[in-house]
């Protein structure tokens, strides 16, 4: 959803994985003012989306979209809200959203929970040793951890930490292997028992890598695929379905709307080829993954 192309955008699209095809999503309801970089989450059966910028001022709005009814709403909620903000991180564990850090004009690291059963938002009251202030870090939920990973704070960030959701507490992850470089917008996903690093851009060039950090080990590697890899990028989105990571779009120091799927059980990459109509070009927009479909939303297209 949205994202930026020359314009904020607020356009809706949804990939069905089984038909591999594209078509744009004209749901009901009132549709989310145009805006990048922002976050989207999916609870039981619904997308949530939180915050960004709309090329005038930062954001700290929630809308839902239905994925039954195919209609959008706005959410109001109780409790002390975030600040507006862009280029933070968002997360669902239980029947919460979580958000972390992201940008007002200055970097932040505060932390915030959004309860969805109730529609209450709350600060996380949490032990230990919080990551720095940044924005444009990466972050994913597995079991009943929260791991947050790189970013920006003056300075490309490759520091990896854990919040434990049972203890409420933070702590430095000093894993073995080699930790990927510093790097801010990049994409993370989790697939099995393992979280996967992609690109991002680490202050002097934008990267095509991969990186795999293994929850069991806690140990990193490196990937190697065969097939044609994506060119360098970052403020790409990914997603994981099947045994597949998926990315689409991005900035190469161009806007891109290409499609590659990297097959994880046997470490391929390859093009998408998709019907239908797919989204232009544009990055810094968002996506989740809901049953057979892809569901892409905003961006910018920088021309």
Not at 23 to 48: E, K, N
Not at 82 to 109: E, K, L, Y
Not at 229 to 246: E, K, L, Q, Y
Request: net charge neutral; glycine share 12%.
């Amino acid at each position: 959803f949205g994202g930026y192309d020359g314009s904020y955008r607020n356009d809706f699209h949804e990939f069905n994985f089984v038909t591999c095809a594209w078509a744009p999503i004209t749901g009901d309801g009132r549709v989310p003012r145009a805006r990048y970089r922002a976050t989207c989450v999916v609870h039981d059966q619904a997308m949530y989306l939180f915050g960004g910028h709309d090329g005038t001022r930062h954001l700290n709005d929630v809308h839902v979209f239905d994925f039954g009814t195919r209609a959008w709403a706005g959410l109001q909620a109780d409790g002390p809200a975030p600040i507006p903000r862009d280029s933070h991180v968002a997360v669902t564990h239980g029947n919460s959203m979580f958000v972390f850090g992201g940008s007002t004009g200055s970097a932040m690291n505060d932390f915030h929970e959004l309860r969805l059963d109730v529609r209450k938002w709350q600060p996380v009251q949490a032990a230990g040793y919080a990551p720095g202030h940044r924005f444009c870090h990466v972050a994913v939920v597995h079991k009943d951890s929260l791991y947050v990973f790189g970013g920006y704070d003056g300075s490309y960030r490759n520091d990896f930490h854990e919040f434990n959701f049972v203890t409420c507490a933070w702590a430095p992850i000093t894993g073995d292997g080699r930790v990927p470089r510093a790097r801010y917008r990049a994409t993370c996903v989790v697939h099995d028992q393992a979280m996967y690093l992609f690109g991002g851009h680490d202050g002097t060039r934008h990267l095509n890598d991969v990186h795999v950090f293994d929850f069991g080990t806690r140990a990193w590697a490196g990937l190697q695929a065969d097939g044609p890899a994506p060119i360098p990028r970052d403020s790409h989105v990914a997603v994981t379905h099947g045994n597949s990571m998926f990315v689409f779009g991005g900035s190469t120091g161009s806007a891109m709307n290409d499609f590659h799927e990297l097959r994880l059980d046997v470490r391929k990459w390859q093009p998408v080829q998709a019907a239908g109509y797919a989204p232009g070009h544009r990055f810094c927009h968002v996506a989740v993954v809901h049953k057979d479909s892809l569901y892409v939303f905003g961006g910018y297209d920088g021309s």
